[in-house]
């Protein structure tokens, strides 16, 4: 699936850019991002070890959702001046993307 590779993608791009996210970020800001990047493929992985499409669909459906929450704290982060624009806009691209290989994925089901 382009979007599992897509969604493969994002993590190390999010590793890299938190970690020069200030120490306060530790225990807040820096562990939602990992998440939220880790939870993409991992719902497609979920999705596609379940029994009917209907089912799969659901679960790429919370993909997309962890998607969206990506974006959020990209966007919370950039607002706390933590970014440098070149990474808002690698990893906001990469997001962008994303979802648009997710809804595809989707409409596909």
Do not use: C
């Not at 190390?12 to 020069?20: G, M």
């Not at 530790?26 to 939602?32: K, N, S």
């Not at 493929?41 to 669909?57: D, K, Q």
Request: no cysteine.
């Amino acid at each position: 699936l382009d979007a599992a590779r897509k969604a493969r993608e994002v993590i190390p791009i999010v590793y890299r850019i938190t970690s020069k996210f200030p120490r306060s970020e530790d225990r807040v800001l820096t562990p939602q991002m990992r998440k939220a990047a880790h939870s993409i493929g991992a719902n497609l992985a979920e999705g596609a070890g379940r029994n009917t499409p209907g089912e799969f669909r659901q679960f790429s459906g919370y993909a997309t959702g962890s998607a969206y929450e990506l974006e959020w704290h990209t966007n919370s982060a950039d607002q706390l001046h933590y970014l440098s624009p070149e990474d808002r806009l690698e990893l906001m691209t990469t997001v962008v993307d994303l979802k648009k290989l997710l809804y595809r994925f989707r409409e596909s089901l």
